[in-house]
């Protein structure tokens, strides 16, 4: 699914997160700076389905306009699947492991 807040958001005049924020605080829907941030920005992780009807509300708008399908990138039985590795697989030439903070891992 894509995110499509800051397009429906801008179809209906609201050009700034934080315009958005204010009217989403009248409607009951406190959100902090942060995740505003995020829900502008990029995709977010997780939202809750009361949220999604409030920000309808306040855009006019419909679920459809905010969350766009994105069928192309389901991988079909028989396709192969690019960017996932698979428990137990090795993995492509190129790829090295890294540690959580970043560097890479010792050689074996």
Do not use: F, Y
């Amino acid at each position: 699914m894509k995110w499509n807040l800051r397009l429906t958001a801008a179809n209906k005049g609201i050009w700034k997160a934080s315009e958005l924020q204010r009217s989403l605080a009248e409607h009951g829907l406190v959100i902090s700076a942060g995740k505003m941030s995020g829900l502008w920005s990029g995709q977010p992780v997780s939202l809750k389905l009361e949220d999604l009807d409030v920000i309808c509300v306040v855009l006019g708008c419909d679920i459809g306009d905010l969350l766009l399908p994105e069928p192309d990138k389901v991988p079909r039985p028989g396709q192969q699947e690019t960017g996932r590795v698979a428990v137990g697989s090795t993995l492509s030439p190129g790829v090295a492991p890294k540690r959580r903070d970043g560097r890479s891992l010792p050689p074996d």
